[in-house]
């Protein structure tokens, strides 16, 4: 099974891997909400966050920026929320699509770039 977003395969031209962030309470110190108690408030749930990591390779220079245009397409302002699926075919519902970072281009028997992009479920 091919990754995907929005039903769209994005990350499929090379290797690439699913990371969750960190999942659970929202607990800041209360000092840091002007509390003058000693202790943490819990706030709810902190938003869910997956990083795509991975390499996009093509066979040309100019077929490895059809792949970069592709993903870059799909960052916009507002973003809408999909659905984002891994290579084993975990889901992960109403996700944004907040960053793209790229690392920098090899050159070999295939062009390739190295990036990170970052989702996330937006809270309310």
């Known amino acids: 099974m091919a990754s995907s977003f929005k039903s769209k395969n994005l990350f499929g031209s090379g290797p690439n891997v699913f990371v969750m962030g960190v999942q659970g309470e929202l607990a800041p110190l209360n000092i840091s909400l002007g509390i003058g108690d000693a202790g943490s408030t819990l ?15 093509a066979a040309s220079e100019s077929a490895l920026w059809a792949l970069r245009d592709a993903v870059t397409a799909e ?35 295939a062009w390739s770039v190295g990036y990170k992009a970052l989702f996330r479920r937006m809270a309310g």
């Not at 706030?43 to 390779?57: K, M, Y």
């Open 43 to 57: 706030l709810g749930l902190l938003e869910l966050n997956v990083t795509v990591e991975g390499r996009l390779v």
């Open 75 to 109: 960052l916009s302002h507002w973003p809408t929320a999909g659905t984002l699926v891994d290579n084993a075919g975990r889901t992960w519902t109403d996700m944004t699509f907040i960053s793209y970072t790229e690392t920098a281009v090899s050159r070999g028997r």
